[in-house]
């Protein structure tokens, strides 16, 4: 089983507040994503990092942020929280081996609810 | 158009039926060919991948690349209610390293007992 963990499990928070959304991970990956999915829906890629100090915007627009100060750790803050948010984010991390694919571990997912 | 087309179903089957699932893809550097299963609630976990063209074996699984074509599946033989999850393809070009995976939108599978 993956070391990948997400805090909280599930949020639920009024509109207006500020949230950080916690993704650790204890494989030493390089690479992280976050990604919003809503029930029974795609995956959306919205933020990833391919080392400290460095971040990319994914595909689909989103109104968080992230930052990678630490190998391990990569959160993402909503600096407002809307209704629009509600959602399941996904954290997961990745790591270059030769000869294989980049193997994305996902960890469980934190579940928001604005309300 | 989209890099990576999935039906997203749902695709309903009884136990011990065997299931096929497909993606088609339009970038032809993708090299690397996945399966994700995602259970209901939890994250997506990796099934199998292929690099390449041909087929791959896992027990009751069969995951198969065709390039010429642009089209890979997935085969599950003697599904089982456990089986029930959504699954995702994924893809990745060779040794790219600075793109992260296509996946398609994932397609809905439930077995009934």
């Known amino acids: 089983e993956a070391d990948i963990y997400q805090t909280p499990r599930y949020l639920v928070i009024g509109t207006g507040k500020k949230i950080t959304l916690e993704c650790s991970q204890t494989m030493g990956h390089d690479k992280m994503y976050w990604y919003q999915q809503d029930p029974g829906m795609e995956l959306h890629l919205i933020h990833y990092?391919?080392?400290?100090?460095?971040?990319e915007k994914g595909d689909l627009s989103s109104e968080s942020t992230v930052s990678r100060i630490r190998t391990e750790h990569f959160p993402l803050t909503l600096e407002s929280a809307r209704p629009s948010h509600t959602s399941q984010y996904l954290c997961a991390s990745s790591e270059y081996a030769a000869g294989r694919a980049y193997e994305q571990y996902f960890g469980p997912g934190t579940r928001l609810t604005v309300t | 158009q989209k890099e990576v087309e999935q039906d997203p179903g749902p695709l309903s089957v009884p136990e011990g039926a065997i299931v096929s699932l497909n993606c088609t893809y339009s970038n032809s550097a993708f090299q690397y060919f996945m399966w994700y299963r995602q259970y209901s609630r939890k994250g997506p976990e990796l099934l199998m991948y292929t690099y390449s063209s041909g087929n791959k074996e896992d027990g009751r699984f069969t995951a198969q690349v065709d390039k010429s074509s642009k089209y890979i599946s997935l085969f599950i033989r003697d599904s089982q209610p456990s089986d029930s999850a959504t699954y995702l393809c994924?893809?990745?070009?060779?040794?790219?390293?600075?793109?992260?995976?296509?996946f398609g939108k994932g397609t809905r599978l439930s077995v009934i007992a």
């Open positions: 994924a893809m990745e070009e060779v040794f790219s390293g600075n793109t992260p995976l296509v």
């Open positions: 990092s391919y080392g400290v100090n460095s971040t």
